[in-house]
Nanobody, 118 residues
Framework: QGPLVESGGGLVQPGGSLRLSCRAP???????????MGWYRQAPGKERDLVAT???????NYADSVKGRFTISRDMSRKTVYLQMNDLAPEDTAVYYC?????????WGQGTQVTVSS
């Protein structure tokens, strides 16, 4: 098991919602709290792009394409970061990855597939 474990992907119809989770089961709480956590996605044939992330100040930052539809949040006690995705569209179809940046190093989860289709 890697340092980050994603879940929550699946098939959803346009206009639907999904919530992705990213757990850090082996990370101590102080390290998780000091990490910059974010979500990225990669569609077939495209580069991996930022979806949402927390800044160093702990404020959320979103890609323009998801503003108003997606919300990033975190539960420190569970060492988990969430991505609530509402009003999903076919162009949101991608593999979604969780990323942790800590002490100059990036760790990635294994990815979870999100497919938006009728």
């Amino acid at each position: 098991q890697g340092p980050l474990v994603e879940s929550g992907g699946g098939l959803v119809q346009p206009g639907g919602s999904l919530r992705l989770s990213c757990r850090a089961p082996r990370m101590i709480l102080s390290t998780f709290s000091a990490s910059i956590m974010g979500w990225y996605r990669q569609a077939p044939g495209k580069e991996r792009d930022l979806v949402a992330t927390f800044t160093e100040r702990g404020t959320p930052n979103y890609a323009d394409s998801v503003k108003g539809r997606f919300t990033i949040s975190r539960d420190m006690s569970r060492k988990t970061v969430y991505l609530q995705m509402n009003d999903l569209a076919p162009e949101d179809t991608a593999v979604y990855y969780c990323k942790r940046n800590y002490d100059g190093r990036d760790d990635w989860g294994q990815g979870t597939q999100v497919t938006v289709s009728s």
